[in-house]
């Protein structure tokens, strides 16, 4: 069964960056369209970045132009980029894919903008 490890989280003041890493075993991830979603304390886990088998991206309106996501499928890994960011980012961020198939959530990587 694939597992997704997600890495790459920590503290960072406002305005810095961060790039997190998604691997998973497993090979069949180059086939999927993946996403990074995060899930801040008392909300519901949000679809933030997208990007398919083919490289194309797809980003919610509050991280457009600040968050690039990429993926590498000979490594079986996709990264998010985080530039600028802004406290209201503070959450635990996961990667899975973006169709109603799911793999298992991976415990995810935790992301405190703050000064």
């Known amino acids: 069964q694939v597992q997704l490890v997600e890495s790459g989280g920590g503290l960072v003041q406002p305005g810095g960056s961060l790039r997190l890493s998604c691997a998973a075993s497993?090979?069949?991830?180059?086939?999927?369209?993946m996403g990074w979603y995060r899930q801040a304390p008392g909300k519901q886990r949000e679809l933030v970045a997208a990007?398919?088998?083919?490289?194309?991206?797809n980003y919610a309106d509050s991280v457009k132009g600040r968050f690039t996501i990429y993926r590498d499928n000979a490594k079986n890994t996709v990264y998010l980029q985080m530039n600028s960011l802004k406290p209201e980012y503070t959450a635990v961020y996961y990667c899975?894919?973006?169709?109603?198939?799911?793999?298992?959530w991976g415990k995810g990587t935790q992301v405190t903008v703050s000064s």
């Open positions: 497993g090979s069949d991830f180059v086939f999927y369209a």
């Open positions: 990007i398919t088998s083919g490289a194309i991206t």
């Open positions: 899975n894919t973006v169709h109603s198939y799911k793999y298992p």
